[in-house]
């Protein structure tokens, strides 16, 4: 019922930016909650941000908190995340999600929460 695609993933050094972007098809549904988290080889899958529907709330890990920012537009299916101040632990394949229920901060940083993924879009930062 929903496809989300993710763009924007790539090679870049530490210090560096880049935006990621995650396109959903399908509308099935009228309105839902959309999220970025991330895996390292060998690591569990980690919550990195998530977005309401509106745009009112937003939700960030501690360790990327003020060097990246969740946005969407709407009238395209879209959740952006710009990532600023790139580490190295920030390597990782990231994954878009959707939730289809309430989002609430209980529930945002865990993976069960979310109905749909998409297949992942690599970022590596160098040193």
């Known amino acids: 019922q929903v496809q989300l695609v993710e763009s924007g993933g790539g090679l870049v050094q530490a210090g560096g930016s880049l935006r990621l972007s995650c396109a959903a098809s399908g509308r099935t549904f009228s309105s839902y909650a959309m999220g970025w988290f991330r895996q390292a080889p060998g690591k569990e899958r980690e919550f990195v941000a998530t977005?309401?529907?509106?745009?009112?709330?937003?939700y960030y890990e501690d360790s990327v908190k003020g060097r990246f920012t969740i946005s969407r537009d709407n009238a395209k299916n879209t959740v952006y995340l710009q990532m600023n101040s790139l580490k190295p632990e920030d390597t990782a394949v990231y994954y878009c999600?959707?939730?289809?229920?309430?989002?609430?901060?209980?529930?945002?940083?865990?993976?069960?929460?979310?109905?749909?993924w998409g297949q992942g879009t690599q970022v590596t930062v160098s040193s």
């Open positions: 977005i309401s529907w509106s745009g009112r709330n937003t």
């Open positions: 999600a959707v939730r289809t229920g309430v989002i609430k901060a209980a529930i945002v940083r865990a993976p069960a929460s979310y109905d749909y």
